[in-house]
């Protein structure tokens, strides 16, 4: 009997059996105690045993970890920070990034335009125009943005060779990505063409003056607009009435892409 | 609406005249038996089903051109399909038989109006046999873990909703003072569900949110899916079936409770680590992080009791098939979970991200957990609702080894192989390029998945000997078989 | 909706959520759910069955004998 009353879980420890029994312990419990014992020779003791104190302390230093983790690694909680290894309280450089317009040209390219000009950019011979070493490419980019934005239709000649479709406009590619597309095509190695960037600066020009036009441009009407298209066209020999004050920003090199 | 008050006066056990107030446990097990049954049909059929697709799904990954003029087959279906077969049809299906079972025998209360589960359970099939052939037929959401199209959202939610409220009003006319543990962990389930896919079908579906708030609900909901829901579940029934079984109480109960609170506050939050490297605020990331590391409390507290309660009854395991497969379940809760933490720690997820260690890790918190949980209970079930012997101990044993064995394999494999295909998928030369190439790292990749698709037959045969099992079992023709002692119902066959 | 209704809808849901979770707390408080946990782990044993006694084995095992089996011999 004093065995079983060693294992006896009423009642716990630190709690004094006097005041235990007055305040809590009643028959049922010793019924159910006993015969709990009657059946179980074992079981009661380790029922009562707490968690161990190994991981308490563990949950502890969870506790602490998670603290630091996150104060140290959330960009101070900035809703457009993204970089976790942002210090608390440092400046966040927000500046803008450099971007390379030829690797976005050529992503651009690559979404936009393989379709129709193939991702080589020779075209179909007869049916698509190529933009390898051609007259277009080479000719006042702001032709080229107008041709982005609306469309080209109707009987074209390119190096001399006459195509007739349509190509759709690209209206909703932004500024940088058409600048960033006519600046790879006009000056990536692959494309032959040798001539000087676009800025999104020009494009956002022309889509102020033309962008509400739907129709397609015509050979005609921009020859009419920009004269003859040669390829040998560049700002400072430039026959188009509105490029003088816009095309400032064309880098010197231009002057060398003269002769094609 | 005269029939209203009726309706809910029935429910209530104790105005219905002549009835005790505690029903016993076999008239409890009694009331829920047509219901479950038709669950646990389902259920099997729809592992079988899933496992097929699984199956499929392995094959292609080492000869993608298995199958591959088959326009229904094509891996990202098959793949799909798998995923919600096993989820909405096997997973839940488990769950909705068991549950209101386990709330039922708790709360000492029958399951009223059974015929109304019936039939929600019907409705619920009916709706996830129209989503996976949904999914098959390419109509499915471009949304992991909530494929299935549209239109059978109504339908779904509506059964849901009737099953739960159901378990609810298991528990609302309970009959026994004490809530135990196992309700608990239920009781929120079947809340946390319907929240989550209530949200997710409003933000992702029905009025999508645009941009990276779309990710970060579709992750916080399939997370939470795993952890709100199927894990509620299995961790509630293996809480009750260890102990039930062993006859001796859970080590230590005060700390089931810390266990569940901290599962509470915690596991809502951990999805986010999917997203470890998105373009989503740094610290939102990192509280996902937090979160899925402090769910070391509830794993840990859930451990020491699961397996202390265990511990020296070990040989049991040997004699109860209940026993094994839920202790099975139990240890992979622990490992899984805390892989899982792991996982979520921004330097082990560069690795693991995008590589099979994930793949593996969902079979092991889904397969190796949930599921393994899931056929110890249904072992402990079935032949107190049918009130018959499981008719082959030799199809258990097969079942046994082959899944237990199959998990396993499958998991080694995955996590390695995925661990190894991840450090491969990082290496950088000296002269900062990339070491391998994509395609070299997907070859070395090969063997591991063939390891995989071997795992996946034997799991196979494992559900075959269980599905033979079940319905050899629900026969009236193996009644035969009960004679030779039904063991485990010595005191209701004595009654009845 | 723009991404502001989200966050304000969100939180709501996830206060309202909070309340219900912390309700529920209160209830199992006020209940006497978390007194005398020790005796609540014994609530799923009862005469059918009961403590000490294993509830499940391998059908038709040999070695058994369908009485009931005491734990620990």
Redesign the interface.
């Known amino acids: 009997m004093s065995d079983s009353q060693n294992n006896n879980p009423y009642p716990p420890d630190g709690k004094s059996r006097d005041t235990y029994e007055k305040t809590r312990f009643e028959d049922k419990h010793l019924h159910e105690v006993h015969s709990s014992l009657l059946r179980e020779k074992e079981e009661p003791s380790e029922n009562f045993s707490p968690m161990p104190l190994i991981f308490v302390g563990l949950f502890m230093v969870l506790a602490f970890w998670s603290g630091i983790y996150l104060v140290w690694y959330s960009g101070d909680f900035g809703p457009f920070h993204y970089d976790e290894t942002a210090k608390p309280g440092e400046a966040i450089d927000d500046t803008p990034r450099e971007v390379d317009m030829l690797a976005l040209g050529r992503r651009v390219y690559s979404q936009n335009c393989v379709a129709c000009h193939q991702s080589n950019g020779r075209g179909i011979s007869g049916v698509y125009p190529s933009l390898v070493n051609v007259d277009w490419v080479q000719d006042n980019p702001e032709m080229l943005v107008k041709v982005m934005l609306s469309g080209l239709a109707g009987p074209i000649e390119v190096n001399g060779s006459p195509y007739n479709n349509a190509m759709t406009p690209f209206g909703r590619l932004s500024d940088q990505q058409i600048a960033a597309v006519l600046t790879f095509i006009r000056t990536d190695d692959s494309f032959e063409n040798d001539s000087y960037e676009v800025t999104p600066e020009l494009v956002a020009e022309v889509r102020e003056q033309y962008g509400s036009r739907t129709d397609p441009w015509t050979q005609p009407e921009l020859e009419e607009i920009h004269g003859p298209i040669t390829g040998g066209w560049s700002p400072s020999n430039g026959n188009s009435s509105s490029n003088d004050e816009n095309d400032d920003s064309g880098d010197g090199e231009a002057a060398e892409t003269e002769e094609s | 609406m005269s029939a209203t008050p009726s309706i809910v006066s029935t429910l209530s056990p104790t105005q219905s005249a002549g009835d005790p107030i505690r029903a ?3 008239e409890v097990d009694e009331s829920m038996r047509n219901a479950a049954i038709l669950f646990l049909a389902s259920a099997v059929l729809w592992l079988m089903a899933g496992t097929v697709f699984a199956l499929i799904a392995a094959i292609k990954m080492t000869n993608p051109s298995f199958l591959g003029d088959h326009e229904w087959l094509t891996f990202g279906r098959i793949r799909t399909a798998h995923l919600n077969a096993m989820i909405y049809g096997w997973g839940n299906n488990a769950i909705f038989a068991i549950a209101p079972w386990l709330m039922g025998r ?1 709360a000492r209360t029958r399951i009223r109006h059974i015929s109304i589960l019936y039939t929600a359970g019907i409705f619920w099939n009916i709706g996830v046999t129209i989503g996976i052939f949904g999914i098959l037929r390419g109509d499915m959401i471009g949304v992991e873990w909530l494929e299935m199209p549209a239109y059978i959202t109504p339908l779904i939610a509506i059964s849901y909703g009737l099953i739960g409220v159901w378990v609810i009003i298991a528990f609302r006319w309970r009959q ?7 309700q608990w962990y239920l009781l929120a389930a079947f ?1 946390w569900l319907p ?1 989550l896919y209530t ?1 997710a079908q409003i ?1 992702l579906v029905f ?1 999508p ?3 990276v ?1 779309q990710s970060l609900t579709n992750w916080w909901f399939a997370h939470n899916v795993l952890g709100l829901w199927l894990t509620p579940a299995a961790v509630g029934a293996a809480y ?1 079936f260890i ?13 089931s ?1 810390v266990g569940f ?1 901290s599962l ?1 506050l915690f596991y809502n939050w951990a999805g986010v680590h999917h997203l470890i490297g998105g ?5 939102v ?3 996902g ?2 979160a899925s ?2 769910m ?2 509830p794993v ?2 859930t451990a ?1 009791n699961h397996h ?1 309660t265990v511990v020296g ?1 070990h040989n ?1 395991g040997w ?5 094994r497969f839920v202790v099975f379940g139990a240890i992979n809760y622990t490992l899984a979970s805390l892989f899982g933490s792991a996982m979520a720690l ?1 330097s082990v997820n560069e690795v693991t991200h995008f590589t099979h260690f994930t793949v593996g890790h969902a079979h092991h918190g889904v397969y190796a957990f949930f599921t393994m949980i899931m056929f110890g209970s249904i ?2 079930m079935m032949p107190r609702l049918v009130k018959r ?5 030799f199809l ?1 044993q097969v079942h046994w080894w082959m899944c237990s064995l199959g998990i396993v394999l499958m998991v080694f494999a995955l996590q390695v192989g995925g661990w190894i295909q991840g450090l491969q998928l990082n290496a950088i030369d000296e002269d900062g390029t990339v070491k391998y190439t994509f395609m070299e790292v997907v070859r070395n990749t090969v063997p591991w998945l063939w390891i995989r698709s071997i795992s996946g037959f034997m799991i196979m045969i494992g559900h075959i000997a269980f599905a033979i099992n079940v319905f050899w079992m629900l026969l009236p023709v193996s009644k035969s ?1 009960s004679k ?5 119902l ?3 066959t004595a009654e009845s | 909706m723009a991404w502001t209704h989200y966050i304000i809808v969100g939180f709501a849901f996830a206060s309202l959520f909070f309340v219900l979770a912390a309700f529920a707390l209160y209830w199992a408080y006020r209940n006497g759910q978390l007194n005398e946990l020790e005796d609540g782990a014994k609530t799923i044993f009862d005469d059918e069955e009961p403590m000490g006694q294993v509830t499940d084995q391998f059908p038709s095992k040999k070695d058994e004998t369908s009485s009931t089996k005491k734990n620990h011999e």
């Open positions: 016993k446990l076999s708790l026994s003072g004490h809530v135990y543990v196992t809340f929240w949200v933000m009025e949110a645009s941009g708030v009750y102990p039930k079984v062993l006859g001796r109480p859970i080590h230590s109960y005060y700390l409770v609170w509470a373009p989503v605020p740094a610290w990331i990192s509280a992080t937090v590391v402090m070391v409390i840990i507290v020491i202390l009854l049991e004699r109860s098939p209940t026993i921004r072992y402990y012997e499981w008719p082959s101990a258990i078989s030779s002692g039904p063991t485990l010595t005191k209701e």
